[in-house]
Every structure is written in structure tokens, then in C-alpha cells.
């Protein structure tokens, strides 16, 4: 999941790719630093690309009641999806074998601004919500910058090439199936932003599966808070951190012999900036119970899974299913210097929670876990973990 200069302040996601241990054959979703493909990146075309533009517009009353702050809700598609069951083409880079895989530059939003806060949705083409409960299962939709993937504030301890870790992802808006929001902006008089530069390119991917057996048409809303940039603006982006990141073996992280529940914990990754971690939440598949990310072996955040409820409950092939319907976020600014060393782990209870079923019916999708967070740099540089990190 590659989620995007102003060199001024950066964010970075913490992702966790694991396998679940189902009785059935998996084709696990995550790739290249998520683990393994379904078959060699180097076999597979890459997917087509199509250019995409809000198809409507629509002025919406801002949360944040600072001077000169707009929000405007974004409608922007049509995303067609095959029918479940549909034999697909298989590309490059794609997670789930079962998903329709969309990917090109959005143009028609806004430049040179200082984005505060996203909040972004899926209806379908009569405008009802478009969700789990009526067959769309959101793997992720991702909206970027192009041109703010510049590099990691970590480095590894031990372990990965040339002690990096992956570039900044840029990300801007966007949604998986319990994660929606994204705040950019910190309430401790820290003027935190994304910035989306005038010449900047913005660029869509996502992968969406349909469990209707027929096709469906849906769009994505997304409402974005924002003013004019200004001098003092701290640019806030994201990075990725895989558990196997840090791991030259990039071992296949699967359930112990005979468990459903377990944890897994990445390697150390050590603080290359000093900053601030702002807002931090996990991003988990079905099965999944929380994500912890940890400040020199002390928890700074503690993300929980909650599932069900209106929008997280469906019945697949006469089966009642709840799935993550939302991540529990942590809010407080915690930080961090240089030398300072964070790990990330997963847990998980298949007892508890099934997997999500591919939408074939030939077996459980595999587990994730992911901590995102926004960083203040000490040095005028923000990143984010999928948490928010700022680097001043």
C-alpha cells in the first residue's frame, strides 16, 4: 500500500502484512515490503491508468472556525466493478486477487494549500452509502501527492538495505474499510497541514471488491478542509513502516502451530529527526484485535479494533460477518529525538474475529496490521505512521 516539497514537515504509515493460518490455500495480498506476492511482481502488466476529476462540487461549513478555512465535499468516479466470481486480471503491485484495481492522476481539487483534515466515503450511484452491508469491501483507496515522496525520518537498527526504510507515501485522502478520516492539524499550537504544492501531481490507487454477483457502480466522496498556505505552515505527510521492513528474511508471518491468537512485533526501527508523533491510528483485516506502537519500549498508542455495527455488518453466502468498522485513533502529541527507537505490534484472536472471506469463496483473506501517525520534526519537518508525525 504506497501511500506521497516543500521540505518542511513529514508523516509516515506503520504496516504490518501478516497471513492468517486458515485451513484453506491463501494467495496473500501483501507485496514487494509487505510480504509475499501472489507471483512475481516481474510476470504481472501493469494495471491501466485513466485520468479522473470530481464530477461534482459542493461547499460544506468547515469544523475547524479559524479564518480563512474552506471545506468542500468532492464527488469523484464512476469506479465500476466487476461481479463477484469474475476471473480477473492479475497486476503489478495488486494486493487482493479479488479486487478491481483503479490508478491514474486526479485533477479539478484545489493547489497551494495547506490541507487540515480529509474525511472520505463510497456511495453508491442513487447516493446511499456504498459499504460492506450492501457488497463493497474498500481494501484501500488511496488519494497521493507525487511529489512529496521524498525520504524516511527512521532507519533501521539492524538489518534492511543501507539501513533505510520506505519513502514518505504522500498521502492526502483517502479510505480503507475502517479508516476514513485524516487529520493533518494538532490542537497544541502546532500549525500542522498537508501541503499540496502549486505544481504538485495528485494521483489515485485504490482496489475495491465487489461481493454482488453483479456489476456495481460506485463513487468517492471526499471532503476536504483547507486554507491558503501560509509562511508559518508545517507540511505533514506519511511514511510506511512494514514489520518485515527492518527484516533482511522477510519471513511469511502466519498464526503459531495451533493458535488463533498471537502477536508479532516488528525490529526496532530507530528516530533519524527530532519531532513530535501526533495523530496515530491502526489500520487492521478482519481478525485483527489492536495495533501498539511503542516509544523505547513504552506504548504511546494502543489502536483497537472495533467491529460491527450499521455499516460493519453483512451476510456473505448465508453467513453473518462483522468486519472492522473502525480503528480506535490516539490524539495527544508525544516526543520523540534522535536515537530514540519505536516498535509496532499486531494482535490478533481468529477465535473471536473470522477473516474476511475472498469473494470466490475459496478462502480467508490474511491478516494486516498498521499504525498510522503525524510527526512534528524539531528541523521544520512533519512525517506521519498510518500516525501523524511532525518534524519541526
Excluded at 507471483?39 to 464530477?55: H, K, N, R
Excluded at 476536504?224 to 508471518?253: G, H, R, W, Y
Aim: charged share 20%; net charge neutral.
Amino acid at each position: 500500500m504506497h501511500i506521497l516539497t516543500f521540505n518542511i514537515m513529514r508523516s509516515f504509515i506503520f504496516l504490518v502484512g501478516l497471513v492468517s493460518a486458515s485451513p484453506a490455500v491463501l494467495r496473500p495480498r501483501q507485496h514487494d515490503g509487505h510480504g509475499s506476492s501472489p507471483m512475481s511482481t516481474s510476470a504481472l502488466p501493469q494495471a491501466p491508468s485513466s485520468v479522473w476529476s470530481p464530477v461534482k462540487a459542493e461547499t460544506l461549513k468547515p469544523q475547524d472556525t479559524r479564518p480563512g478555512v474552506k471545506r468542500v465535499r468532492y464527488t469523484i468516479g464512476p469506479f465500476k466493478l466487476n461481479p463477484s466470481g469474475y476471473k480477473r486480471q492479475m497486476y503489478e503491485g495488486q494486493m487482493d486477487p479479488n479486487s478491481d484495481v483503479f490508478k491514474g492522476p486526479l485533477t479539478g481539487i484545489p493547489k497551494n494549500i495547506v490541507v487540515l483534515q480529509t474525511n472520505s466515503s463510497f456511495i453508491n450511484e442513487d447516493g446511499s452509502p456504498a459499504d460492506i452491508a450492501n457488497g463493497l469491501y474498500n481494501h484501500h483507496f488511496i488519494v497521493a501527492d507525487a511529489n512529496k515522496m521524498g525520504p524516511s525520518p527512521l532507519k533501521c537498527i539492524d538489518g534492511g538495505a543501507n539501513n533505510t526504510t520506505p519513502k514518505n507515501m504522500g498521502l492526502l485522502m483517502g479510505a480503507s474499510e475502517a479508516n476514513k478520516d485524516m487529520i493533518f492539524s494538532s490542537s497544541k499550537n502546532l500549525t500542522t497541514g498537508f501541503i499540496v504544492g502549486a505544481n504538485d501531481t495528485v494521483i489515485v490507487s485504490a482496489e475495491l471488491v465487489n461481493y454482488n454477483n453483479a456489476t456495481k457502480t460506485v463513487y468517492l466522496q471526499s471532503e476536504l478542509e483547507f486554507q491558503n498556505v501560509t509562511s508559518d505552515a508545517l507540511d505533514t505527510n506519511f511514511f510506511q513502516f512494514d514489520i518485515n521492513m527492518c527484516n533482511p528474511a522477510k519471513p511469511d508471518l502466519v498464526a503459531p502451530p495451533g493458535q488463533k491468537k498471537w502477536s508479532v512485533t516488528s525490529k526496532k526501527v530507530e528516530v533519524a529527526q527530532n519531532g513530535y508523533i501526533l495523530f496515530r491510528r491502526g489500520h487492521m483485516h478482519d481478525g485483527g484485535e489492536s495495533v501498539e506502537l511503542r516509544l523505547n519500549d513504552k506504548p504511546v498508542c494502543i489502536s483497537t479494533a472495533h467491529y460491527g455495527g450499521e455499516l460493519g455488518t453483512a451476510t456473505i453466502n448465508g453467513e453473518t460477518w462483522e468486519t472492522i468498522s473502525r480503528m480506535e485513533p490516539c490524539l495527544d502529541p508525544v516526543q520523540v529525538k534522535v536515537g530514540d527507537f519505536l516498535t509496532v505490534t499486531g494482535n490478533f484472536d481468529l477465535a473471536a474475529h473470522k477473516s474476511r472471506q475472498h469473494s470466490h469463496g475459496s478462502g480467508m483473506g490474511e491478516q494486516m496490521a498498521l499504525m498510522t501517525k503525524a510527526f512534528k520534526h524539531i528541523i521544520n519537518q512533519c512525517w506521519h505512521l498510518s500516525m501523524l508525525w511532525t518534524s519541526c
